[in-house]
């Protein structure tokens, strides 16, 4: 554990918002409740891989790659607090587990990407027949998987920030950053890391209908390092393009396959049809633990959640009668025509997206 803590604290710098944490005096794994931001700032945590399933099946944590994360630690947590004594009951109580936490939200693939990570190494480990040594691996696993997002998202920054000029307008759309992965966010990150540079920039953030993720905490991220930003309503990219305010867009996603078909949050392919309209350039940032190794953009599954999410203000205010229809896909697929390029922790990935992904993923 001592090289884990060590590459910890080299990451420190980048966590200016520490959104998810393993607390190693404790043993325990912490997280800021996003569903009370930007009103309050509330850790919480646990040791129980079941309260980790409500926090991400209730948006107390949300976004693909921290969802990814909290999973990775809920299941290491089922193991490390289990009371198995054999290895073969171990095992059974983690399956438990893994279906546990792979049933809370079904559009995020970094879940099942970090989920099957941690399940290949409690049955690798299995092997030696030590529950112990099957306790440590799979926590060690999910250090790592935490580790790696934090240094991709910084990889992202760098390769990202390129496609970014000096006096950008960008717009992006849903929350990306630090809030939305283990620390320093994906389409976010890169701007953030634009900034950081020096580069003059002016942010763009759609509020996010209608949980509000933009308003809430996109902009809460911003103004907390000082990045200039201005809160829009969705409907605002066409205008802005049209009016030569924005230059360009990038967003984040949830699922991506092999196609540079991108799932992300309910509105992207709007932005997206509107940025190409008007000949601007329109970018995903997203690791490749987001990409599922398919070829069918059928397999993306599609969350639909509560209608009650439009018809209520996050559960406070009704803006339609009682009895009002509403229908409420938490994400939609922008096709690859549309989209300039991927920005990736391996680089940025350009049309054919299928040729492409294959080469930087697979190395053929
Ligand atoms: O429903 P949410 O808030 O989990 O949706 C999040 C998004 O759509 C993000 O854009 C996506 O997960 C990428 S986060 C780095």
Same mark, same amino acid.
Not at 181 to 190: D, H, K, N, R
Not at 246 to 269: E, Q, S, Y
């Given at each position: 554990m001592?090289?884990i803590r060590?590459?910890l604290?080299?990451?420190?710098?980048?966590?200016?918002?520490?959104?998810l944490y393993w607390d190693f005096d404790k043993n325990e794994f912490l997280w800021?409740?996003?569903?009370?931001?930007?009103?309050?700032?509330?850790?919480r945590n646990t040791k129980d891989f079941?309260r980790v399933?409500?926090?991400?099946?209730?948006?107390?944590?949300?976004?693909?790659?921290?969802?990814?994360?909290s999973?990775a630690y809920g299941l290491s947590m089922a193991l490390k607090y289990s009371n198995?004594?054999?290895?073969?009951?171990?095992?059974?109580?983690?399956?438990?587990?893994?279906?546990?936490?792979?049933?809370?939200?079904?559009?995020?693939?970094?879940?099942?990407?970090?989920?099957?990570?941690?399940?290949?190494?409690?049955?690798?480990?299995?092997?030696?027949?030590?529950?112990e040594?099957?306790k440590e691996e799979a926590l060690k696993e999910a250090h790592?998987?935490y580790?790696?997002?934090?240094?991709?998202?910084?990889?992202?920054?760098?390769?990202?920030?390129?496609?970014?000029?000096?006096?950008?307008?960008?717009?992006?759309?849903?929350?990306?950053?630090?809030?939305?992965?283990?620390?320093?966010?994906?389409?976010?990150?890169?701007?953030?890391?634009?900034?950081?540079?020096?580069?003059?920039?002016?942010?763009?953030?759609?509020?996010?209908?209608?949980?509000?993720?933009?308003?809430?905490?996109?902009?809460?991220?911003?103004?907390?390092?000082?990045?200039?930003?201005?809160?829009?309503?969705?409907?605002?990219?066409?205008?802005?393009?049209?009016?030569?305010?924005?230059?360009?867009?990038?967003?984040?996603?949830?699922? +991506? *396959?092999?196609? #540079?078909? !991108?799932?992300?949050?309910?509105?992207?392919?709007?932005? =997206?049809?509107?940025? /190409? @309209?008007?000949?601007?350039?329109?970018?995903?940032?997203?690791?490749?633990?987001?990409?599922?190794?398919?070829?069918?953009?059928?397999?993306?599954?599609?969350?639909?959640?509560?209608?009650?999410?439009?018809?209520?203000?996050?559960?406070?205010?009704?803006?339609?009668?009682?009895?009002?229809?509403?229908?409420?896909?938490?994400?939609?697929?922008?096709?690859?025509?549309?989209?300039?390029?991927? +920005? *990736?922790?391996? #680089?940025? !990935?350009?049309?054919?997206?299928?040729?492409?992904?294959? =080469?930087?993923?697979? /190395? @053929?």
């Amino acid at each position: 554990m001592e090289d884990i803590r060590k590459e910890l604290d080299k990451l420190e710098q980048y966590l200016k918002i520490k959104p998810l944490y393993w607390d190693f005096d404790k043993n325990e794994f912490l997280w800021i409740d996003t569903r009370l931001l930007p009103w309050k700032e509330v850790y919480r945590n646990t040791k129980d891989f079941r309260r980790v399933a409500q926090a991400i099946k209730e948006m107390e944590i949300r976004g693909a790659p921290a969802i990814g994360v909290s999973a990775a630690y809920g299941l290491s947590m089922a193991l490390k607090y289990s009371n198995a004594t054999k290895p073969k009951d171990l095992l059974n109580y983690a399956k438990e587990a893994y279906n546990v936490l792979a049933s809370t939200r079904p559009t995020a693939y970094n879940l099942f990407w970090a989920l099957n990570r941690i399940w290949n190494i409690i049955l690798k480990s299995s092997e030696k027949e030590d529950v112990e040594f099957m306790k440590e691996e799979a926590l060690k696993e999910a250090h790592k998987i935490y580790i790696e997002d934090i240094k991709n998202n910084v990889e992202m920054g760098k390769h990202g920030s390129k496609v970014i000029e000096n006096n950008s307008r960008i717009i992006t759309h849903c929350n990306t950053g630090a809030l939305a992965t283990a620390g320093f966010g994906t389409a976010l990150g890169v701007i953030r890391y634009a900034f950081y540079e020096g580069k003059n920039i002016h942010v763009y953030a759609d509020e996010t209908r209608p949980l509000l993720q933009g308003a809430r905490l996109t902009i809460w991220e911003l103004k907390k390092e000082g990045i200039p930003s201005t809160l829009v309503v969705d409907g605002a990219s066409g205008l802005l393009f049209n009016k030569n305010m924005a230059d360009l867009a990038i967003v984040g996603a949830d699922r +991506i *396959t092999l196609t #540079g078909h !991108v799932a992300n949050k309910i509105g992207t392919f709007n932005l =997206a049809l509107a940025a /190409n @309209y008007h000949n601007k350039p329109f970018y995903v940032a997203a690791p490749t633990s987001t990409v599922q190794p398919t070829e069918n953009p059928n397999d993306i599954v599609i969350e639909e959640r509560s209608p009650s999410e439009v018809v209520n203000i996050m559960g406070q205010l009704a803006i339609a009668v009682e009895g009002t229809n509403a229908f409420n896909p938490a994400f939609d697929i922008t096709p690859p025509e549309l989209i300039h390029g991927i +920005i *990736t922790e391996k #680089g940025i !990935v350009k049309k054919p997206y299928l040729n492409n992904f294959k =080469a930087i993923i697979y /190395n @053929y």
